[in-house]
C-alpha cells in the first residue's frame, strides 16, 4: 500500500460525499488511503479492496510468526534435524512418523 499523501488524501466529509465516485476510482488507481475527515478531525479511511487484503494479509503474516516465537518459547517446537529427517522419508518404505515437539 503506497504512503498517504497529505495534500491529496486526506479530505472532508462534504467533499468526499460530493466526489465519492472520482474517489473511489483514484482508489483503485492510485492504491493509497483515503482520510476523511468531520469536523477537521479523522473520521475514517477508505481503503481499496486490493489494498485491505494486503493489509489483511500482512496482519495474518505476522499473528502467524508471532504464535511460532511464543510456541518456541514455550518448547512446542522441533529441531531441524528431527523434521528434515521426517521429510525426506516421506514416500518411502521406511518413511517416519510425524515428529512432536521436544
Not at 468526499?16 to 472520482?22: C, L, N, Q, V
Not at 493489509?55 to 534435524?81: F, T
Amino acid at each position: 500500500m503506497a504512503e498517504i499523501k497529505v495534500s491529496d488524501d486526506i479530505v472532508p466529509m462534504a467533499d468526499f460525499k460530493a466526489h465519492m465516485s472520482r474517489y473511489f476510482r483514484e482508489l483503485g488507481a492510485e492504491q493509497r488511503p483515503l482520510v476523511v475527515t468531520q469536523n477537521g478531525r479523522p473520521a475514517a479511511v477508505v481503503l481499496s479492496p486490493k489494498a485491505f487484503d494486503e493489509l489483511r494479509y500482512s496482519q495474518r503474516y505476522r499473528d502467524a510468526v508471532d504464535e511460532g516465537v511464543r510456541s518456541s518459547g514455550e518448547g512446542k517446537s522441533v529441531s531441524n534435524e528431527r523434521m528434515l529427517a521426517w521429510l525426506e522419508s516421506w514416500g518411502t518404505e521406511a518413511e517416519l512418523a510425524p515428529p512432536s515437539a521436544e
